[in-house]
């Protein structure tokens, strides 16, 4: 018998899904607006443009991870699998604290230093997951049925968009900073470096591996919270943490790569077809499946043929939301439950 | 002598307005099979989530002599498992890792206790599931799935089981063969309390009864004299027939 042991199914779909991870790193560095075979003859800045290229791959598998990860636990606290970071509100929270964090220092005239914004960017993301999560839960422990879940989300990205475009005008008049602004709510790793990456990592490694701990318990969540409650597990500590967790994870990618939205709807629901619902080896293959997506919207982001470059938020919408009302559609008999 | 594995005492639970329990006292002892009897909405299931602690409470309950509200989830878990009627698992978990999550309290952040999957292994067997180790939960029928969560219980070592209609889905025999393993745990000295709606069902199974009507214990005392015509004319208002016109048993070579 092997309950616990890694199946021949895991090992063929990590060994794939590393495969895809590696050819999109491979891809990522050397495809561009700017050809690098031989066009650029000067050392330091083709040097410059393979760094950005490569902390532009690293920003956009780590937020890609985070947010995959992020998906599968919500997936799993709510047993709604029509719950994503982007789908309940938590990365509009996300992305409002740090539009709030980057703008408002400057506009009351107290401008972070930009080391201390590094830090205090994320921070506000993850503090702003936390506390859309926060709200979500306050009535989803009253009984919310899936679609009043997904009603609330919907009101509070509503919500947390309009005050985002509130700050947005208030921002307008200095051009960085309104672009800034306007970047945390389109998706992006354009500006990003290695230094944000490096910053940001820590975050989402540690959300990793707090999750994987975690993963025996949504299991047994997945039975619903009396047989959890009967089976051990404090339900009410178990969200708790999960929604810690979850707030860290799609906190960090906000911080990273803005708001892009599906990636944590998109990529669980595929590997769950491939793995089945376990949540130890569906959170590892997810969250290296989710780097790789979303490295592959930044590929294909870069390389639309427009004046300027495609929104990353705008590529995941496009391939997203057909794969929700798709979703919406099959689970139409369960949505009340 | 008895060994009273659960003993709750003025057990009351409000809902809204309504009382759906009113100060029910049960002991469940070891090597016996209590029969949690009553009409609908008589409070059964209130009483065996009461119990587990899942329903917020007034009363008393002491499990292996200490008293419920001081034990952590996990020491609970390990001392009373529960079979719901039915679960709520839709995913697509095999049957040997459901049976596996009954251990899951004690496994350890990054992995399980040691020996879980022959704990797993043995419970399948004993449930007659074993075969089945490989397959998705929610492709099982109603009868093997029932099978499957009484093994997820025994899984978790605890020496109460609390089994909430466990038969209200099963045809006769998957019924029987149930009936037939609940007797068996019995004897093997742990503590079984069954909600059921048959009585014909508890008359084959149990040792002792509780009849109960609007959260109140209406009846209680050994199976034979409370499934017996005056009682159940009492709480259902119909006249027990002395002896039933279908009767079933088990093929012993089936």
Redesign the interface.
């Known amino acids: 018998?092997?309950?616990?042991g890694v199946s021949p199914r895991t090992v063929v779909a990590t060994s794939v899904v590393a495969t895809f991870a590696v050819a999109t790193f491979v891809l990522s560095s050397r495809v561009g607006r700017v050809s690098l075979d031989g066009a650029v003859r000067d050392a330091a800045l083709l040097e410059a443009v393979e760094a950005l290229r490569t902390a532009r791959w690293a920003a956009a598998f780590v937020a890609g991870a985070a947010l995959a990860c992020a998906g599968v636990v919500v997936q799993g606290l709510f047993?709604n699998p029509l719950a994503s970071p982007s789908v309940l509100g938590t990365t509009a929270g996300a992305a409002f604290a740090g539009q709030a964090a980057l703008a408002l220092p400057t506009l009351l005239g107290i401008p972070l230093r930009s080391d201390v914004g590094e830090v205090v960017y994320p921070i506000a993301c993850v503090l702003g997951a936390l506390g859309s999560l926060g709200f979500l839960l306050l009535f989803a422990r009253r009984g919310a049925g899936r679609v009043a879940l997904l009603l609330i989300g919907f009101v509070l990205t509503s919500l947390l968009g309009a005050a985002g475009s509130l700050l947005l005008v208030a921002a307008q008049e200095r051009f960085e900073l309104g672009r800034a602004v306007v970047a945390y709510a389109l998706g992006g790793v354009g500006g990003t470096s290695l230094e944000r990456v490096l910053s940001v990592g820590p975050l989402v490694a540690v959300g990793l591996l707090a999750a994987?701990?975690w993963a025996?318990?949504l299991?047994?969540l997945?039975?619903?919270e009396?047989?959890a409650?009967?089976?051990?597990?404090?339900v009410r500590s178990a969200r708790r943490w999960l929604v810690t967790w979850t707030a860290v994870l799609s906190g960090a990618a906000v911080a990273l790569g803005g708001q892009v939205a599906f990636v944590g709807l998109l990529v669980p629901h595929a590997v769950r077809l491939l793995l089945?619902?376990?949540h130890r080896a569906l959170l590892v293959v997810a969250s290296v499946a989710g780097g790789t997506f979303l490295v592959g919207c930044d590929l294909v982001a870069r390389l639309v043929p427009l004046r300027s470059e495609l929104p990353l938020g705008v590529v995941t919408g496009v391939l997203g939301a057909p794969v929700f009302l798709a979703l919406l559609w099959r689970e139409r008999e369960h949505l009340d439950a | 002598m008895r060994e009273i594995a659960l003993e709750a005492r003025g057990l009351t639970v409000d809902r809204g307005e309504r009382r759906v329990l009113d100060g029910v006292d049960v002991d469940l002892v070891r090597g016996e099979v209590h029969a949690i009897l009553g009409p609908n909405g008589a409070g059964k299931s209130t009483l065996i989530r009461a119990l587990l602690g899942l329903v917020t409470h007034r009363g008393s309950v002491r499990i292996e002599g200490e008293l419920a509200s001081r034990l952590s989830a996990q020491e609970r878990s390990a001392r009373v498992a529960y079979v719901p009627q039915r679960s709520e698992l839709t995913a697509s978990l095999s049957v040997e890792h459901v049976v596996a999550l009954g251990r899951v309290s004690r496994s350890g952040a990054f992995g399980p206790e040691p020996h879980v999957d022959e704990v797993a292994r043995a419970a399948m067997e004993r449930m007659d599931v074993a075969r089945l180790a490989r397959r998705a939960f929610p492709t099982l029928s109603f009868g093997e799935r029932a099978r499957v969560l009484v093994a997820r219980a025994l899984a978790t070592g605890a020496r109460t089981l609390l089994l909430d209609e466990p038969t209200a889905s099963l045809d006769v025999r998957h019924t029987l063969e149930l009936l037939e393993v609940v007797r068996s745990l019995a004897a093997e000295g742990r503590a079984v309390a069954i909600v059921m709606h048959s009585l014909e069902d508890a008359s084959r199974c149990a040792d002792v009864a509780t009849i109960l009507r609007a959260g109140r214990v209406a009846h209680h005392g050994p199976a034979h004299e409370v499934i017996s015509p005056r009682p159940v004319r009492d709480v259902y208002g119909v006249e027990l027939l002395p002896r039933s016109a279908l009767g079933f048993r088990l093929e012993k070579d089936s």
Not at chain 1, 1 to 4: A, C, D, F, G, T
Not at chain 1, 229 to 234: K, Y
């Open positions: 018998m092997r309950s616990h047993r994987m701990a025996p318990t299991d047994v997945l039975s619903g009396d047989e409650a009967s089976l051990g597990v404090d089945g619902a376990r």
